[in-house]
């Protein structure tokens, strides 16, 4: 850890040195439950991996650590007995506080902007997640119909709806300091989608558009624009389960529409949506509906022995390379299932449709 310019004595020599860096001091006071004096807590800004940067002792239940925000970045701060006894929180310039407790999301951080405005999304995420936890339990844990699973999925996709409106409503009330920041560059396209990404890296003050990441999302965006609602796809082939090349184009001209779709064996919500699939293809297949599979498997058997299961009959592609799959590459398909709907000349007409959402647009386009 960086030491605090209190610690150091003060001169005449100082005091023009302190007066221009004061404002990037930031001080940690916190408490923790749980943890016995002369405990050990590692900081870390590594949020996946939690290699330790630095580390704290814990007395009579509190800690406190200080240093130069050199930049606002997430961080973690959490007990080395007891991985579960910890707090994500930003370092900025500031008197943060921290309260870890043992009750799984009761934990708080606040004292400055960043903050304060996480823990009020925490605050939301853990009211959504105990919804989405709720419905989980009843449609997996007990012997539900097919009916009232898709149900609950259909709920669950309302609250992750719910979740990723509130991110871009938060995002947006902060486009102009860090938090904002931030929320634009950590979420994927799930919860932000390209145009919103887009349209919020337009209202961002200049200095931060100046910044490496947002290069790399514009130059991301741009990209994905050949593949947006609205484009052509361009033809390519891959390899079937029968080991022959099958262009996509061959199987969307023979179709009044085409769902590309992008699945796994190993993906769950793939395999409990499939029997719909299945459904409505057999539904509309005669009056020109095609579906085209395309698997992020690695392993063929896993993957043809899915499409037996599922009973899954029509074509199917894969180089079985996994995520790094050249069409989920082309396409930025970066979550599974995801569903791209084009017409006979390749455009596209919808992305990520799921569910009845699917169903609806299929019925809409073909009945």
């Known amino acids: 850890m960086k030491v605090s310019l209190t610690n150091i004595l003060f001169s005449a020599l100082f005091v023009g040195v302190l007066t221009a860096c004061q404002s990037k001091s930031y001080q940690v006071n916190g408490t923790i439950e749980g943890a016995a004096d002369g405990d050990t807590l590692f900081l870390t800004s590594d949020m996946q991996m939690g290699i330790p940067s630095d580390t704290i002792i814990v007395k009579n239940g509190k800690f406190q650590f200080d240093g130069i925000a050199d930049s606002t970045h997430l961080c973690m701060v959490y007990s080395a007995k007891r991985n579960e006894l910890n707090a994500p929180f930003f370092i900025e310039p500031g008197k943060i506080t921290i ?6 999301g009761a934990s708080r951080v606040g004292g400055t902007h960043c903050n304060d405005e996480w823990q009020v999304l925490n605050d939301s995420v853990m009211t959504i997640g105990k919804e989405i936890n709720k419905i989980a339990e009843h449609i997996y844990g007990n012997n539900v119909d097919f009916e009232t699973q898709q149900k609950g999925m259909e709920q669950i996709d309302k609250l992750n709806q719910r979740f990723s409106a509130m991110v871009i409503r938060i995002a947006e009330k902060n486009i102009d300091n860090e938090f904002g920041y931030f929320l634009l560059t950590y979420y994927p396209e799930e919860l932000i989608d390209n145009s919103t990404r887009s349209r919020l890296i337009q209202k961002l003050p200049e200095q931060m558009r100046k910044r490496s990441a947002i290069r790399q999302f514009e130059q991301s965006l741009a990209a994905a624009e050949k593949t947006a609602e609205g484009a052509t796809i361009s033809d390519f082939s891959m390899p079937t389960p029968e080991g022959s090349q099958l ?14 779709d992008f ?26 509906l095609g579906i085209v599979g395309i698997s992020l498997d690695e392993n063929k058997d896993d993957w043809v022995a899915a499409t037996k299961q599922l009973n899954i009959t029509w074509p199917q592609m894969s180089d079985l390379q996994g995520w790094d799959n050249a069409a989920a590459r082309q396409f930025s398909v970066t979550s599974i299932p995801h569903t791209i709907v084009v017409n006979q000349q390749g ?10 959402a699917l169903a609806a647009f299929v019925a809409e386009q073909l009945d």
């Not at 455009?347 to 569910?355: A, D, E, F, V, Y």
């Open 99 to 104: 309260n870890i407790k043992e009750t799984p």
């Open 263 to 288: 699945w796994a064996s190993w993906c769950g919500p793939c395999r409990q949506d499939m029997p719909a699939v299945v459904e409505f293809y057999n539904q509309y297949k005669d009056k020109g």
């Open 347 to 356: 455009k596209i007409l919808r992305r990520g449709l799921r569910g009845e």
């Open 247 to 260: 262009s996509i184009m061959s199987e969307v001209s023979q179709h009044r529409i085409t769902i590309i």
